[in-house]
């Protein structure tokens, strides 16, 4: 099971972009990498996933290097509600892979 | 909405009670998970449930008895709790194929153990 490293945390001030970067460098080839975003009391959403390169959706974009070791979530112009828990995954589907780390707490002030 | 509801929202019960939590999915998924997060601390996976069969039981203790009677329902029993136990419990599914790591989760118990 591929291990992930987050920063613990980071902050933000309104209308910056973020930039949330994930180490996970014994990641198997069958792995994809995926984000979620946790509020307080809620369950984790999903907010995206990739292989490799860059995808993009009207949320997020996530940068995968060529070797994969690494992604970066990106979140361009935050807002005061992106204030949460951000977790990156990796995984090959398996229900064992659905397993959380500790996640980035990101706080967005005014 | 994410298509997957749990009820009670808020549950508060004695040391001695039982009590069960319920968990429902809209999304015909074929697995359907239980995580407990304490406060401030990360979501830990409990039981995993593919096809109503258990494939995954992290070392819960067994007065946490879960059951899964159908794709579509799971429920968490629980009996003889702990002040510790006292969590937020979440339920979630997803669809397994390969490559795919999209759960859906509901909004989760509030449990108090007192």
């Known amino acids: 099971l591929a291990k992930t490293t987050q920063p613990i945390s980071m902050d933000s001030y309104e209308g910056q972009e973020v930039n949330i970067t994930c180490s996970h460098n014994n990641i198997a080839t069958n792995d994809y990498i995926t984000w979620y975003q946790q509020f307080p009391s809620q369950g984790p959403r999903f907010i995206i996933q990739?292989?490799?390169t860059k995808v993009t959706n009207e949320v997020a974009s996530l940068f995968i290097p060529a070797d994969r070791k690494s992604s970066t979530l990106s979140l361009p112009r935050v807002s005061l509600s992106d204030t949460a828990v951000y977790y990156c995954l990796v995984g090959d589907g398996r229900y064992s892979t659905l397993t959380f780390g500790k996640g980035t707490m990101l706080l967005v002030s005014p | 909405e994410t298509g997957v509801t749990q009820t009670p929202r808020h549950l508060v019960m004695g040391m001695t009670n039982k009590k069960s939590l319920k968990c429902e999915q809209h999304l015909g998924h074929n697995a359907m998970y239980w995580y407990k997060q304490s406060a401030k601390k990360p979501l830990e996976l409990m039981f995993v449930y593919s096809l109503e069969e258990r494939v995954e039981n992290n070392s819960v203790p067994s007065r946490f008895s879960p059951e899964c009677p159908n794709s579509s329902h799971l429920f968490l029993h629980l009996h003889t709790l702990q002040p510790e136990d006292s969590a937020l419990y979440l339920c979630?599914?997803?669809?397994?194929?390969?490559?795919?790591?999209?759960?859906?989760f509901g909004q989760g118990t509030r449990l108090t153990v007192v």
């Open positions: 990739g292989y490799k």
């Open positions: 979630a599914s997803s669809q397994v194929t390969g490559g795919n790591t999209e759960a859906f």
